[in-house]
């Protein structure tokens, strides 16, 4: 009988101990999007699997070193800052890991290894923490370090691409159909199809080769398909478009990014592009079928533009907050790329387009703001 | 532009989001009744405004809907007893509103005067507008979607402002909530019969009910009760989007009529008035049984409730009471809440009383709790996409952090709805509108310190 009370005095003790419970209060809203920072971040990491995985199978081992160097760099750099200046370690976030990833997405396919960790560090540190990290940088820290390595080691960055045969780094499923000298179209496929683009007028002066040939071999649906499916020379990450897209259809699917900035950006230069070559049409245009179309999607499809547009251009702090401010700013980075696609001493132009409009964000926020309600009357309001 | 019309014309109003509604829990069970409790704490505040002054003292005995506290001043609103018993005190007591709030004690004794009474049903519309106001007035009625504004306040816009449409608000665009669109599936020729009362208190000849698509059934009972009392002429049912906040005041108007209540205004300003489903219930009953507003409908959910559901319940009852009633939860509850899971107020206590206000209680388990650090903000916009105000609210809570009071004024802290749709979907975890709140709290005692 005692033992019975005691038992349950220990119960109703235990029980008014449950029953002075300690509730989580907090202001409202109590439920959250499953999506924070750390699954967006992985989410985005995910979505650039299959370019590169792509570019294990296409470039072999040296792209796979450079990958996982570069991912690996980003990640010590980030913890060994975030140790020594005794900030809370978040170098496991996905952010490093994304930056690094894009980094090494944006070297050619045979450049060293530790090059690409020399820029992971210097977008790391220098790009993104020194700024005041993730959310304080003004420049995409991938593109930032891609400009930091074309300054700093120009030949490993512009010149040593990645051989498909003996002279051959577009691809071996280009053939000569046009009938070109072989001089002239080993010219034009030992280089990425955008260089050959600018270097065709060269091309055909130096090698005697007829433009028709010329434009013909580059415009050729062989070569447009390369482009698409991705056998074909360029940075370790951007050759594919087929890849890029089923990754940019998931981010789409999954809401991080919106079509705004990629639309617009792609839908600029293919707009801009259109109108340039009506104007100056290419030497021996008139003799190809369809030259604007192919024209058109030869650019789009071609350097880093669809890896740009989708991928970089739409990261989250830099670029504007507003839909109209995205607009504006893809389209920035459209007419940016265009410009140094045509008149530029470089063959592509994607990433500093977006580098500039970058710069360019801050002022787009200030200004562009969305309309608060209630703000202006609407002529229905007024009846 | 024109494709974005086109946008907006399905949409209704700018922004928004789609949390995971979660209404299954409770979505279709018919309403049950909770029992009367031993004792109510029936507070004197249950509304906005100031609280009602008691009239009744220690020792009395009050019968069930007796005047226990009237409306102290025009914004406020009486009070009645839930139950038939005796005042044993008048004393401060946690509510939702408070950790202290005055509250009428009564425990429950003798008999059911008003609950035995044959309902006497008068041929209201013979009845004056004033008559009718002043009936609504008496009973006490509040708005019930949450807000708790006195409705009789509401009913009679000041002189020079003209209304032409009554707006029926049975959005329920809150997650977890079935508590109207049971009320509309259930009693859609009553609700019919208040909208009617409330038109004609208004003297307005057009009422539009607003419903999300989500609730078929209640949009087929309503529209079936509106052809079938022959009334498509003055009301009408507009199904709209499911998406959050579709019941907030300015943007179900939007939505309905194509007009903004200008910044700082009121729905009166652009000829509108909107009241809750369970409001125009209430109104019904307080004009057609003269019966004080003493109980009303709720709904009991969330993960760990054995047995989620829609209940009638008397004002004054305590979230323990309820839940000792319906069995209880599966779990410890980590988080109570009153009213939804986007607006709701988070509970310190299950002795907390049922208040004219109150649509829900949710209990959350641990897993269901978000209790994450913040983070900086990325800049991501999506909260500039979400805000239904057209507001910056990354910018807005930047600037309430580090103390930019100028900033934060430029950007409009006050157009804010309080819907919370930024902190729901800001990836960096920031409690955005808890920023804000601090922010308008800032200028406020600024602008009083000038």
């Known amino acids: 009988m005692a033992e019975e009370n005691t038992t349950n005095e220990k119960e109703q003790e235990k029980e008014k101990g449950s029953s002075k419970l300690e509730y989580v209060l907090s202001i409202a809203p109590h439920v959250r999007s499953s999506q924070s920072v750390f699954t967006v971040m992985w989410l985005v990491v995910i979505s650039l699997l299959p370019a590169t995985s792509y570019s294990f199978y296409l470039f072999g081992l040296n792209a796979v070193k450079l990958v996982v160097g570069a991912v690996i760099a980003a990640i010590a750099s980030e913890a060994l800052y975030q140790l020594l200046m005794k900030k809370k370690m978040t170098a496991l976030d996905g952010s490093a890991v994304i930056t690094g990833l894009l980094l090494a997405m944006n070297v050619p396919p045979d450049a060293p290894v530790w090059m690409v960790c020399i820029g992971s560090a210097f977008s790391i540190i220098i790009a993104k923490q020194l700024f005041g990290g993730l959310g304080f940088n003004i420049f995409n820290p991938a593109l930032a370090a891609r400009a930091f390595l074309m300054a700093s080691w120009p030949v490993h960055m512009t010149t040593r691409w990645?051989?498909?045969?003996?002279?051959?780094?577009?691809?071996?499923?280009?053939?000569?159909?046009?009938?070109?000298?072989?001089?002239?179209?080993?010219?034009?496929?030992?280089?990425?199809?955008?260089?050959?683009?600018?270097?065709?007028?060269?091309?055909?002066?130096?090698?005697?080769?007829?433009?028709?040939?010329?434009?013909q071999t580059l415009l050729s649906p062989q070569l447009?398909?390369?482009?698409?499916?991705?056998?074909?020379?360029?940075?370790?990450?951007?050759?594919?478009?087929?890849?890029?897209?089923?990754?940019?259809?998931?981010?789409?699917?999954?809401?991080?990014?919106?079509?705004?900035?990629?639309v617009i950006y792609m839908a600029t230069v293919a707009v801009f592009m259109a109108l340039y070559y009506t104007v100056y049409p290419l030497p021996g245009a008139e003799s190809i079928d369809n030259f604007l179309p192919r024209i058109v999607l030869f650019h789009l499809l071609s350097g880093g533009l669809v890896l740009g547009a989708f991928f970089m251009a739409t990261d989250m702090v830099t670029s504007p907050v507003t839909h109209k401010g995205m607009i504006i700013y893809a389209a920035g980075c459209g007419?940016?790329?265009?410009?140094?696609?045509?008149?530029?001493?470089?063959?592509?132009?994607?990433?500093?387009?977006?580098?500039?409009?970058?710069?360019?964000?801050?002022?787009?926020?200030?200004?562009?703001?969305?309309?608060?309600?209630?703000?202006?009357?609407?002529?229905?309001?007024?009846? | 532009m024109l494709f974005r019309g086109f946008i907006r014309g399905f949409s209704g109003f700018k922004g928004g989001i789609h949390p995971p509604e979660n209404k299954f829990f409770s979505e279709g069970k018919e309403f049950s009744y909770i029992s009367i409790p031993h004792t109510c704490f029936i507070p004197l505040q249950q509304h906005l405004g100031k609280?009602?002054?008691?009239?009744?003292?220690?020792?009395?005995?009050?019968?069930?809907?007796?005047?226990?506290?009237?409306?102290?001043?025009?914004?406020?609103?009486?009070?009645?007893?839930?139950?038939?018993?005796?005042?044993?005190?008048?004393?401060?007591h946690p509510t939702v509103y408070s950790t202290r709030t005055q509250c009428v004690i009564i425990e429950t004794e003798g008999a059911f005067s008003a609950t035995s009474k044959t309902s006497q049903v008068e041929n209201w519309?013979?009845?004056?507008?004033?008559?009718?106001?002043?009936?609504?007035?008496?009973?006490?009625?509040?708005?019930?979607?949450?807000?708790?504004?006195?409705?009789?306040?509401?009913?009679?816009?000041?002189?020079?402002?003209?209304?032409?449409?009554?707006?029926?608000?049975?959005a329920e665009c809150e997650p977890y909530l079935t508590v109207d669109d049971m009320l509309m599936r259930t009693f859609p020729g009553e609700i019919l019969e208040g909208i009617r009362v409330t038109m004609k208190v208004l003297g307005v000849d057009k009422a539009i009910i607003g419903i999300e698509k989500n609730k078929p059934e209640a949009i087929a009972n309503l529209k079936h009760a509106i052809t079938e009392n022959k009334l498509s002429h003055s009301i009408a049912l507009v199904a709209l989007q499911t998406k959050y906040p579709q019941g907030a005041e300015k943007q179900l108007i939007k939505a309905l009529l194509g007009r903004e209540v200008p910044s700082g205004g009121l729905p009166m300003d652009v000829r509108a008035v909107v009241q809750n489903v369970?409001?125009?219930?209430?109104?019904?009953?307080a004009v057609l049984f003269k019966k004080p507003l003493y109980e009303r409908y709720i709904t009991v959910s969330g993960p760990i409730v054995q047995k989620p559901g829609n209940y009638k319940v008397r004002l004054g009852t305590r979230i323990s009471d309820i839940l000792d009633e319906i069995g209880g939860l599966t779990e410890e509850p980590a988080k109570v809440i009153m009213g939804g899971p986007m607006c709701g107020i988070a509970l310190d206590s299950l002795e907390i009383p049922i208040v004219k206000g109150t649509s829900g209680i949710l209990f959350f388990g641990k897993k269901n709790v978000y209790n994450d650090a913040y983070l900086p903000c990325i800049r991501c916009g999506r909260c500039v996409s979400a805000c239904p105000a057209g507001l910056l609210p990354c910018d807005l809570s930047v600037a309430v952090e580090r103390g930019m009071n100028d900033a934060l004024e430029a950007l409009k802290p006050f157009d804010c709805i309080m819907c919370g749709s930024c902190t729901y979907v800001c990836p960096s975890r920031r409690p955005i509108s808890h920023f804000i709140k601090l922010g308008q709290q800032r200028l406020k005692s600024r602008s009083a310190a000038k």
């Open chain 1, 224 to 262: 447009l398909k390369s482009l698409f499916i991705g056998n074909i020379g360029g940075c370790l990450g951007e050759t594919s478009v087929l890849f890029l897209l089923i990754g940019a259809l998931f981010l789409l699917w999954k809401r991080i990014i919106t079509w705004h900035i990629p």
């Open chain 2, 278 to 285: 369970g409001t125009i219930y209430a109104i019904r009953e």
């Open chain 1, 162 to 215: 990645h051989q498909f045969s003996q002279n051959n780094i577009i691809s071996q499923m280009i053939e000569n159909s046009a009938g070109l000298p072989a001089s002239a179209f080993d010219a034009i496929t030992s280089a990425t199809p955008l260089a050959s683009l600018k270097g065709a007028s060269k091309v055909i002066t130096d090698f005697g080769a007829s433009a028709d040939g010329v434009i």
């Open chain 1, 335 to 383: 007419i940016i790329t265009s410009i140094i696609r045509l008149w530029g001493g470089y063959p592509e132009g994607v990433s500093y387009s977006i580098l500039l409009m970058n710069a360019v964000v801050p002022l787009i926020d200030r200004y562009i703001k969305p309309k608060v309600f209630g703000t202006t009357m609407t002529a229905k309001t007024h009846k």
């Open chain 2, 51 to 92: 609280p009602a002054k008691p009239v009744v003292e220690e020792g009395q005995s009050v019968e069930e809907g007796q005047l226990i506290a009237e409306a102290d001043g025009f914004i406020s609103a009486n009070v009645h007893s839930s139950v038939p018993g005796k005042v044993a005190g008048i004393r401060s």
């Open chain 2, 125 to 170: 519309e013979t009845l004056s507008r004033e008559e009718l106001l002043s009936r609504i007035k008496d009973a006490g009625i509040v708005g019930l979607g949450g807000a708790a504004f006195p409705t009789a306040v509401k009913l009679s816009p000041p002189q020079g402002k003209t209304i032409d449409t009554l707006i029926v608000n049975g």
